[in-house]
């Protein structure tokens, strides 16, 4: 499994999400219960009816089976051995956000996005993010993507609820060379979302 890291600082390394590293996907975005129908990071990656239909065991098949493909879902961050994030990365066009009114398109470059930041419990404000989220980046530039964009909150420094923080923030992105490219109408725990992009 020894492949070159994305991204790495302060003992913290990058990898894509390889079939190899499923178990470490299952940790990140898993449920305990293996018959649960939690997220799995499914439900901003595929059609609202798929995600509904998916249930229990079903959501780890479909994930495992996207790690299987030449495009993998996302980026893991490690602290030596130990998996410690992971930030969801794909080409928009392949996403539910490509039809999203809330989230508009900003032009017509084939955008890559990052829409999901989870740092494991434990481990949080030792800058896991900023690191995943270079990883990311670094990784839809060596598929290709002309630009990555994300959606954060734009919550001028307030506290964000945790089970709402995946969304990322707007200093976050600001931190990885990230702009503001538009403001939107969604909105994440009470705070306006903003697209935010940064070019390959």
């Not at 990311?136 to 709402?164: C, F, S, W």
Request: proline share 6%; net charge positive.
């Amino acid at each position: 499994m020894a492949t070159q890291a994305l991204a790495s600082t302060d003992g913290l390394r990058v990898f894509a999400a390889t079939h190899a590293r499923f178990d470490d996907v299952r940790t990140m975005v898993g449920p305990k219960k293996p018959t649960s129908s939690v997220c799995w990071c499914l439900s901003h990656r595929i059609p609202a009816k798929l995600n509904r239909e998916l249930a229990g065991t079903e959501r780890a098949d479909f994930v495992e089976a996207l790690t299987r493909r030449r495009t993998k879902p996302g980026v893991l961050a490690y602290d030596g051995d130990e998996v410690v994030g992971w930030a969801a990365v794909a080409p928009r066009a392949d996403l539910p956000f490509a039809r999203s009114t809330k989230i508009p398109h900003v032009d017509d470059q084939a955008a890559w996005s990052v829409w999901c930041i989870r740092v494991r419990p434990g481990h949080r404000g030792r800058g896991i993010s900023h690191v995943l989220l270079e990883g990311a980046v670094a990784y839809a530039v060596q598929q290709g993507a002309p630009v990555i964009e994300g959606y954060p909150v734009d919550n001028r420094g307030e506290k964000v609820d945790l089970t709402m923080a995946y969304v990322g923030t707007r200093k976050v992105f600001e931190a990885a060379g990230f702009e503001l490219a538009m403001r939107t109408e969604a909105t994440s725990a009470g705070f306006p979302r903003v697209i935010m992009r940064r070019n390959a």
